[in-house]
């Protein structure tokens, strides 16, 4: 493709302009300055709330004088005694950053889809990523011992390897299922090629953990979802994986506003619409495995982040997709912070906490929006 490609909401009739489902009101195109700020803002809140809070609670002030101090020729004195430092370096920070990573590549994988398939409501799993990742985890518990222990984060290679394997076979599955339907593998069969793999991985899964009823507690506990880190070992395993997803779908968050138009208005802008969308496929899917890989299933970050971002800054997803990747890892950060203190000393499973909260929260976004349509 050559040349920049022009606004999407300028090309094709009024009908066409925007994905079913977005809000009709015209919304200036682009990234708005205000916007990106308060995105940076909101990371660095959950930054500093995340390294403070927990069972042995630290002044922030003193944590925001620590966490500068880690940048090359920043000395300040932050009051810290050594324990506390370690806590704050070696604990705390790298949970926090995985928090900040996964949140982020979870809410751009859920933008990039819901432009893929023009489908504001489309999540990251819907393509069969986390039936996948979990038959696998729940195989390599039950057949190979991993985890017997309840213990996951101890093995932090074996299950992060197999969810990986899991996601991207899933994910193969659902492409040659989709193409088999017909149409070239229209968004559409896509959807339904979703939704039978998760069904077909999710039944293999269910299988599993009742022939093997030892391995149900540690299968589980990876289920719900986790932050907890043996240190920056996951931070990075995840690191790679997200800077490759980040680069590409930013990228191509233009491509996504020709693609809303239609697919022939697209063509005629130069744009080869199955090829871009494949490959935004590839790469949401490729950051959703990484993420899954590293903390388990952690529900709602990728519908809701990306549509709230929708409803406040504009249906074009050159605000959409960077918006969603600083809020998205503000928003799983800060629900760690919750998932951590909410029932000290105990910890509630983060998926869960996503769950409570994301359900009250999505039925709310879902009824703005029908108030926005009507």
């Known amino acids: 493709m050559t040349g920049p490609l022009p606004a999407a909401r300028s090309a094709g009739p009024p009908s066409a302009s925007r994905p ?5 009101t015209a919304r200036p195109a682009g ?51 050594e324990r506390e430092i370690a806590i704050v370096t070696e ?16 809410a751009l994988a859920g933008g990039c889809y819901q432009g893929v398939f023009r489908n504001p409501l489309a999540d990251p799993y819907l393509l069969g990523v986390a039936a996948g990742a979990g038959l696998a985890v729940t195989a390599a518990i039950a057949l190979g011992g991993a985890g017997r222990q ?39 069969m896509l959807i339904l090629a979703g939704v039978a793999v998760s069904a077909f991985l999710s039944a293999g899964q269910t299988y599993l953990l009742q022939r093997h009823s030892d391995s149900i507690q540690p299968v589980y506990s990876w289920l719900l979802g986790r932050l907890a880190t043996a240190g920056w070992h996951d931070v990075l395993l995840v690191l790679p ?17 020709v693609l809303a138009v239609g697919d022939d208005e697209a063509r005629s802008l130069g ?38 971002v929708r409803l406040l800054a504009g249906s074009s997803y050159r605000a959409i997709l960077p918006l969603s990747l600083l809020f998205g890892g503000a928003f799983l950060a800060l629900t760690d912070v919750v998932a951590r203190t909410v029932a000290a000393p105990s910890e509630v499973p983060i ?21 926005v349509l009507t």
């Open 20 to 24: 079913a489902g977005l809000p009709s």
């Open 31 to 81: 990234l708005r300055k205000r916007w990106l700020v308060a995105g940076v803002f909101a990371v660095l809140v959950a930054l500093v709330a995340g390294v403070s809070l927990g069972p042995v609670s630290l002044p922030a002030g003193s944590v925001a004088a620590e966490l500068l101090n880690l940048i090359p020729g920043v000395h300040l004195d932050s009051g810290l005694s």
């Open 91 to 106: 604990l705390r920070l790298p949970r926090v950053v995985l928090g900040l990573l996964v949140g982020g590549l979870l």
């Open 150 to 188: 309840g213990a996951i984060s101890g093995l932090p290679m074996t299950i992060p390897l197999a969810a990986f394997a899991g996601s991207l076979l899933a994910v193969t599955m659902t492409y040659v299922l989709g193409a088999a339907g017909g149409r070239g593998g229209s968004p559409a």
């Open 241 to 257: 994986y997200a800077a490759l997803t980040t680069v590409v779908v930013l990228l191509h968050r233009r491509e996504l506003d």
């Open 271 to 308: 744009l080869h619409p199955q090829r871009t969308r494949y490959l935004l496929i590839a790469a949401a899917s490729l950051g959703t495995a990484a993420a899954v890989s590293a903390t388990g299933l952690i529900g709602f970050v990728g519908i809701i982040v990306p549509h709230t």
């Open 351 to 371: 998926g869960v906490v996503t769950a409570l909260l994301g359900g009250p929260f999505f039925v709310i976004v879902l009824r703005t929006a029908r108030r």
